[in-house]
């Protein structure tokens, strides 16, 4: 038989960070509420109540959209998806069809760092289902429980083209596709919480051929792993139905995490099962040139353009870049501290190392730092100005962290402002080859790893603000080896 190649896109669902829902004043926020507690007459589809739509839901779909290069119609509608399901309590969703928000787009993306696109179909609007709370594994669960406070908080959904070609690319598509919503403020990136998620479309064809094979849909999967996890499980599935003759059968399937393997659901739907027709309770929406304008001009930079300019423009590696521009703040906050004066490659590893250490340990993100950029660019400039050591500027950090202090003032008020005075250096090296004679004569006769206890020595005779550079420097001159 011919080699196989997968054909894979992704419809990926980001609900809003609005504060209310899409066409009610419930609030959107839900989770950690008693079950069925944050609804309304609207949001249940009562007889009588009549939904409104949410204009900051709309703009935030449009900005998503231009973000990704797709094409704003001036001219949309909502659309009635009728299907029976416990978590729909209106019996049909209102959604987007044939007229939705925007058309067209591609994202970029990087694997194994080659850079990658994939074309956006659509990006429209709807409101999300309910949540259903099984007792057990989905398909094996003797009952579930129906929790409406999801019901109606506005979702985003993004169509990816067929453009993949591998399960390994689908993880790597998705994370710049969480990072460009993260960089937006449009979607707060939490697969496991379920207000990210991804349903994924795989089919199998001989390589080489343009006619697409028979398209499963994949569902249930909640994090990168499990979407790679799943692919790879119906790759094999797939491949093993066509090589035994038999024929794959378009049908939706499910991921179950303990039991690694897909299992299926239901026959797969098309357009016509659903009967949309449009909304009869809501008015087209007419976009106009000024607010796609006016959206377009308060974009951010693009997260792959943001990485690549902070990385050549102030000699980060690849790694430091990336990792400054998961999200836009983290960026930002790396900005600020430069403009203060810290040395950009200094500036970088301090915020990626202790103080997102702290930031992770008492759950805050970066802006909500208690440690300002500026404050931070000030310690780091004294660090690297040899004014304070490493060691003494990281135990400040955290003490600032903790009290909410500046830590130039904390270093001013402990004495930690470091001694570069040779005389005064002198006499503590003196005191320290007193104190440890084996070390210094172990030194002397090439233990370099003598040399840390020494150094540990004179810092401790000066109260640590001895400079440890300096102190290096004076012992190995002292000991005979100052030319090495």
């Not at 409101?127 to 003797?142: R, S, Y």
Request: proline share 6%; hydrophobic share 40%.
């Amino acid at each position: 038989m011919a080699e196989l190649e997968a054909v894979i896109g992704l419809e990926v669902h980001a609900q809003l960070l609005t504060r209310s829902k899409m066409f009610c004043g419930c609030r959107a926020e839900y989770l950690g509420l008693p079950p069925n507690s944050n609804t309304c007459p609207t949001c249940l589809g009562l007889p009588g109540a009549l939904p409104v739509i949410n204009r900051r839901a709309v703009e935030m779909t449009i900005r998503t959209a231009l973000a990704l290069g797709c094409r704003i119609p001036e001219f949309s509608k909502f659309d009635r998806k009728n299907y029976f399901y416990p978590d729909l309590p209106k019996g049909y969703q209102i959604s987007q069809y044939d007229l939705p928000l925007s058309l067209g787009g591609h994202l970029e993306f990087e694997v194994g760092g080659e850079r990658r696109s994939c074309g956006v179909t659509r990006v429209h609007l709807e409101e999300d289902a309910g949540t259903l709370h099984h007792a057990g594994e989905i398909h094996t669960a003797k009952f579930s429980l129906v929790d409406l406070n999801r019901a109606g908080v506005p979702l985003m959904e993004i169509v990816g083209e067929p453009d993949l070609r591998s399960p390994r690319e689908a993880p790597h598509y998705l994370r710049a596709l969480r990072q460009l919503l993260l960089h937006l403020g449009v979607n707060d990136g939490n697969m496991e919480q379920g207000s990210l998620r991804c349903d994924a479309n795989i089919s199998l064809r001989p390589r080489g051929q343009r006619e697409f094979g028979v398209k499963v849909e994949v569902k249930n999967m909640n994090s990168f792993r499990s979407l790679q996890a799943a692919l790879e499980f119906e790759f094999r599935r797939q491949t093993a139905v066509i090589e035994s003759g038999d024929r794959v059968h378009q049908e939706t399937r499910g991921w179950s995490e303990a039991e690694q393997g897909t299992f299926s659901q239901r026959s797969k739907e098309e357009a016509q099962d659903y009967r949309y027709f449009p909304e009869p309770d809501l008015p087209p929406l007419r976009v106009s040139r000024e607010l796609v304008e006016e959206l377009r001009a308060g974009l951010p930079e693009p997260p792959l353009r943001l990485k690549d300019r902070l990385r050549d423009q102030h000699g980060l590696s690849e790694e430091q870049a990336a990792l400054l521009t998961e999200r836009l703040q983290d960026a930002e906050y790396f900005q600020a501290m430069v403009a203060s004066g810290a040395p950009p490659r200094a500036a970088a590893n301090w915020q990626i190392g202790p103080l997102q250490a702290l930031c992770k340990e008492s759950a805050l993100a970066i802006e909500h730092s208690p440690v300002p950029a500026a404050e931070l660019a000030a310690l780091v400039r004294m660090v690297e100005a040899g004014e304070v050591s490493g060691t003494s500027g990281r135990e400040v950090l955290a003490e600032a962290f903790a009290l909410g202090r500046s830590p130039v003032e904390l270093i001013r008020e402990r004495g930690l402002i470091q001694v570069s005075d040779a005389e005064q250096m002198e006499a503590w090296v003196e005191l320290a080859i007193q104190q440890l004679p084996k070390a210094a004569s172990d030194f002397q006769s090439g233990n370099d790893r003598a040399l840390g206890p020494l150094v540990g020595a004179v810092r401790k005779a000066s109260g640590g603000v001895a400079n440890p550079d300096l102190a290096s420097r004076l012992l190995r001159e002292r000991l005979g080896r100052g030319g090495e």
